[in-house]
């Protein structure tokens, strides 16, 4: 059981920066982003490819973190300049990074195993036993990290900005403010955070794969939703802190019920699926209790 424990723990918090950044876009911009599926691939298909090229690791996840980006700038601008529905957008983008991740990857699977990765690196500094607890301690360190910079980001005028453009688009532009520009933003540090987790969870697995990012987005958004449930009175740190635990607790759900032989492996994203719609039918059930009026 401990080895099930400390396998969700790793997994879920590494995971969790991608629930992060589809709580941006899916809570705080109000946008159905489908760019996350390629964006997550493309962050393992930096990170790897430039692991396999000798860059130092640490800046293979920047510059996973940078493309990630660019991937949430391209859906900005096709939404925004263009006019295309958000979700269409989201489409577009991620056909077209299907294509260029095996460009950067220039096959379908690059195996990690014999390069060193900043796991490694983390496992040999302070002589840990295992991936996992390299995993733990890493995932701790960027969780914090990210948690503390969006808690500081978006209680600035800009982000600010940002959330009310999510809750109100005309009344920001009545105000003077350029939504488009708070749309790009947003969207750009969501599939940042995205890449970010793609680059960090193919180090943890050892390789990267065109096919890594399938169902992503429903994995962050159960994510999302159990962390919702659970911190029912949200503001944002609790909101992202909840994220994180429930990013755990979805992963700890899968480890259990695939070791329980219930559930076939091959059935894990029919799985997801249901644990996403119980999640969002209990948390509708709770708001319509919330706004029904009291009897006198």
Same mark, same amino acid.
């Given at each position: 059981?401990?080895?099930?424990?400390?396998?969700?723990?790793?997994?879920?918090?590494?995971?969790?920066?991608?629930?992060?950044?589809?709580?941006?876009?899916?809570?705080?911009?109000?946008?159905?982003?489908?760019?996350?599926?390629?964006?997550?691939?493309?962050?393992?298909?930096?990170?790897?490819?430039?692991?396999?090229?000798?860059?130092?690791?640490?800046?293979?996840?920047?510059?996973?973190?940078?493309?990630?980006?660019?991937?949430?700038?391209?859906?900005?601008?096709?939404?925004?300049?263009?006019?295309?529905?958000?979700?269409?957008?989201?489409?577009?983008?991620?056909?077209?990074?299907?294509?260029?991740?095996?460009?950067?990857?220039?096959?379908?699977?690059?195996?990690?195993?014999?390069?060193?990765?900043?796991?490694?690196?983390?496992?040999?500094?302070?002589?840990?036993?295992?991936?996992?607890?390299a995993a733990i301690f890493l995932g701790i360190i960027v969780c914090v990290i990210v948690i503390i910079f969006l808690v500081w980001f978006f209680n600035t005028e800009f982000g600010y900005a940002i959330v009310a453009t999510?809750?109100?688009?005309?009344? @920001?532009? +009545?105000?003077? !403010? #350029? &939504?488009?520009?708070?749309?790009?933003?947003?969207?750009? *540090?969501?599939? /940042?955070? $995205?890449?970010?987790?793609?680059?960090?969870?193919?180090?943890?697995?050892?390789?990267?794969?065109?096919?890594?990012?399938?169902?992503?987005?429903?994995?962050?958004?159960?994510?999302?939703?159990?962390?919702?449930?659970?911190?029912?009175?949200?503001?944002?740190?609790?909101?992202?802190?909840?994220?994180?635990?429930?990013?755990?607790?979805?992963?700890? @759900?899968? +480890?259990?019920? !695939? #070791? &329980?032989?219930?559930?076939?492996?091959?059935?894990?994203? *029919?799985?997801? /699926?249901? $644990?996403?719609?119980?999640?969002?039918?209990?948390?509708?059930?709770?708001?319509?209790?919330?706004?029904?009026?009291?009897?006198?």
């Open positions: 059981m401990s080895s099930i424990l400390t396998s969700a723990v790793s997994q879920g918090l590494l995971w969790a920066i991608l629930a992060i950044g589809i709580h941006i876009t899916y809570r705080i911009l109000d946008i159905s982003d489908l760019t996350s599926e390629g964006s997550f691939t493309l962050g393992a298909a930096v990170c790897a490819t430039a692991i396999v090229n000798n860059i130092p690791p640490i800046l293979a996840i920047f510059m996973a973190l940078i493309s990630g980006s660019l991937a949430g700038m391209i859906t900005g601008l096709l939404h925004t300049k263009l006019q295309i529905p958000s979700l269409l957008a989201g489409i577009l983008s991620m056909t077209g990074l299907y294509s260029i991740n095996l460009r950067i990857m220039g096959k379908a699977n690059i195996p990690l195993n014999m390069h060193s990765t900043l796991l490694t690196n983390i496992k040999e500094l302070f002589n840990l036993g295992k991936d996992r607890d999510g809750n109100n688009d005309k009344m @920001i532009r +009545a105000n003077g !403010i #350029n &939504s488009d520009i708070t749309k790009i933003a947003g969207l750009m *540090l969501a599939n /940042a955070l $995205i890449a970010l987790s793609g680059a960090l969870v193919c180090q943890y697995n050892g390789y990267a794969d065109v096919q890594q990012g399938i169902g992503a987005i429903v994995i962050g958004l159960a994510s999302v939703i159990i962390g919702e449930v659970i911190f029912r009175n949200r503001n944002l740190i609790t909101s992202l802190i909840g994220i994180v635990i429930g990013s755990i607790i979805y992963r700890l @759900i899968v +480890a259990i019920v !695939i #070791n &329980s032989n219930y559930v076939s492996a091959n059935d894990m994203k *029919l799985f997801t /699926a249901i $644990i996403v719609a119980v999640a969002l039918y209990v948390a509708n059930v709770d708001f319509k209790k919330k706004r029904r009026p009291k009897k006198c």
